[in-house]
T-cell receptor, first 109, second 113 residues
């Protein structure tokens, strides 16, 4: 299988930092993607990692360790609009994506 | 870059009817995908389409489903003899040339009654 594991829910306060972890099976790996999805909407691309290390993009950063089959998405300076589901997706051949179930992040004032 | 455009945004159909969902790329791309998301569940891969041919398909993508690019632009997903369990959001996606980004369309919400 292509098990992608991530926590179901996380809650944080406005202005705080939240880290969403994701583990995946390493065989046939072809990149790790993170998406944001608001209820009833399409996934919106956030980041792509194919090499080890941290990729920073504004308030959002993504980290990858290929040997450990591990990634995380770091959300900084949380805003209310960041309340959404965050999807970890593993790329395989032809960049076919296998998605995790998503982590629902709730930002509280 | 803009995402792909999908039509219809929402369709209600009777069980057993055929449905065609359309995906219109903004520019000429080679890689397209269809995914679906049943309400409250995770996004699932259906099929990848490369250079006008099916590249890979999932177990979900059985004989009930077909894809084609009839006029070289629109990319369609046809669902024959729809079932109640086909009710889901169907997303078209495309890959950028460098493979670093996969954009999803806004989705077509299919309700089978």
């Amino acid at each position: 299988g292509q098990n992608i594991d991530q926590p179901t829910e996380m809650t944080a306060t406005e202005g705080a930092i939240v880290q969403i972890n994701c583990t995946y099976q390493t065989s046939g790996f072809n990149g790790l993607f993170w998406y944001q999805q608001h209820a009833g909407e399409a996934p919106t691309f956030l980041s792509y990692n194919v090499l080890d290390g941290l990729e920073e993009k504004g308030r959002f950063s993504s980290f990858l360790s290929r040997s450990k089959g591990y990634s995380y998405l770091l959300l900084k300076e949380l805003q209310m609009k960041d309340s959404a589901s965050y999807l970890c997706a593993r790329g395989a051949n032809d960049y076919k994506l296998s998605f995790g179930a998503g982590t629902t992040v709730t930002v509280r004032a | 870059e803009p995402e792909v455009t999908q039509t219809p945004s929402h369709q209600v159909t009777q069980m057993g009817q055929e449905v065609i969902l359309r995906c219109v790329p903004i520019s000429n791309h080679l890689y397209f995908y269809w995914y679906r998301q049943i309400l409250g569940q995770k996004v699932e891969f259906l099929v990848s389409f490369y250079n006008n041919e099916i590249s890979e398909k999932s177990e979900i993508f059985d004989d009930q489903f077909s894809v084609e690019r009839p006029d070289g632009s629109n990319f369609t997903l046809k669902i024959r003899s729809t079932k109640l369990e086909d009710s889901a959001m169907y997303f078209c996606a495309r890959k950028t040339g460098d493979g670093n980004t996969i954009y999803f369309g806004e989705g077509s919400w299919l309700t089978v009654v």
